[in-house]
DNA sequence: TGGTTTGTTCAGAAAAGTCTGAAAGATTAA
DNA sequence: TTAATCTTTCAGACTTTTCTGAACAAACCA
């Protein structure tokens, strides 16, 4: 399930296992449900540090290092994000920003430059926005990524509202069109399609 | 470069081909320009047409079969998004809701569903936000992601509105602080760190 | 000290994935 | 119809990645 994300089948399993058994695990224990030998689950787990995704514990009473994933799903996120940032995102974005810094020899190249500076400024777009929003409380993150395509009303009610400040009224305040109901910010039930 | 998203070496350098030429290429001069044989590109060309990453085009005069991208950047992201949710998501998510409706027999079992459903609750959070707010003009999409952090004194001052649809005035409007200058908005021109 | 437990490394076996050439299939033109 | 041009398929060669067992290293204990 998902193996196709960057991260291999077996250490996909194993962080799978440390997340839903929600308690430190020794890895002689991982390679026995699963089944690995104990030298991979060693290297699974290396790798997963060094994504930062497991964390080392050790357990009094237990000489043996036990591991496990952060509790929040928030927090996984985050780091993913970042990690896949550093390594993946800021590479391809120094790449292309030296490729855009040549001085273009032709009509082609000069082409060639536009539709790297779009892809470009696409990625650092997304990823800016991802890295800025990711700084917010659960909280708040949550209430935006619920809002969806909701937001779109409230930029149309804060393109509308400099008037306020300037003008004395705005020419009427439309509360059903221009101001969200509540119920667009309640939780939507989980019945997907 | 990027070669780890679930699309193989060669054929991420076929469709890089068709982005930065822009404009159609036939299968015979890919593979003379990439050095790989005439087969490999075919099959390349197949995979992405799968995900409808290229079209197919006929140019008058020539019997071959031409290929090009999509010429606008969000298009790409939305048929990436798209075909990403459909392939690998929308499984997820549906093994995970069957996992959900089996009756935990200890609770154990009744731990492990707890996190499989943040799990899930997450993914579907983040996909449906995603979908939601694809479907908005670029133009509205763009002017969110540039707001980014920003978003949230947009979200604060919807949470003091609702006063100004029910009360005759609100007690008064501070622009300076709830309402987001308009600098927020402006472009951030592209030296990142 | 030596014995035991736990953790790591690494060479090569095993598995998975990629690429090619040859052959067959399609389409067009005459 | 044949010839010419272009595309697809697929068995197997080749490459890359993954996994294992054996050997080593380090920590602990008696």
Redesign the interface.
């Known amino acids: 399930?998902?193996s196709?994300?960057?991260i291999n089948r077996t250490v996909g399993q194993i962080y799978a296992l440390l997340?839903?058994?929600?308690h430190p695990l020794p890895a002689d224990e991982i390679a026995e449900v699963l089944s690995f030998s104990r030298s991979n689950v060693s290297m699974g787990l290396k790798e997963l540090q060094s994504w930062r995704l497991v964390r080392l514990q050790h357990l009094p009473g237990d000489r043996r290092e036990h591991f496990s994933t952060p509790g929040d799903?928030?927090q996984i996120?985050r780091i993913l994000a970042e990690e896949r940032r550093r390594r993946?995102i800021d590479?391809?974005?120094s790449?292309l920003?030296d490729l855009l810094l040549k001085k273009p020899g032709n009509a082609d190249e000069r082409?060639?430059q536009h539709?790297?500076q779009?892809?470009?400024?696409?990625i650092?777009?997304?990823t800016?926005?991802s890295e800025?929003?990711q700084?917010?409380e659960t909280q708040?993150l949550?209430?935006?990524?619920?809002?969806?395509?909701g937001?779109?009303r409230?930029?149309d009610?804060?393109n509308a509202?400099?008037l306020?400040?300037t003008k004395r009224r705005p020419a009427k305040?439309p509360?059903g069109d221009a101001?969200?109901d509540?119920d667009v910010l309640a939780d939507?039930g989980?019945d997907?399609d």
Chains 1, 2 share one sequence.
């Open positions: 399930m998902g196709r994300w960057g997340y839903i058994s929600g799903v928030w996120v993946e590479p391809t974005l790449v920003r082409a060639i539709r790297l779009e892809m470009h400024d696409l650092e777009l997304l800016r926005w800025d929003v700084r917010l708040q949550t209430q935006i990524l619920r809002l969806g395509a937001i779109i409230l930029l009610l804060k509202l400099p306020l400040g305040s509360p101001i969200p509540e939507e989980v997907g």
